[in-house]
């Protein structure tokens, strides 16, 4: 099982700050599929994504028990 977090705008959007799937085998871009038709997000590609606390690249491989994290851009002033 992964866990997967959720940030900012994204919480809002999900429902939730994270949500349980089995994700091993996958790699980043299609974990960002997957979250892109089952909750309706869009422009996941634009957010950074961690796993276990340290950001990676939609080519990395999700193995079981990989934390998750989607984190938008965040502007401000």
Known sequence: MNKILFFAHLKDIV????????LAGKSVA?????ISETYKV???????TAVNEEFASNEEIIRAGDEIAFIPPVSGG
Do not use: S, Y
């Open 42 to 48: 869009m422009n996941l590609e634009t957010v950074m």
């Open 15 to 22: 429902g939730k700050d994270f949500i349980l799937l089995d």
């Open 30 to 34: 299609e974990v960002k599929q997957i």
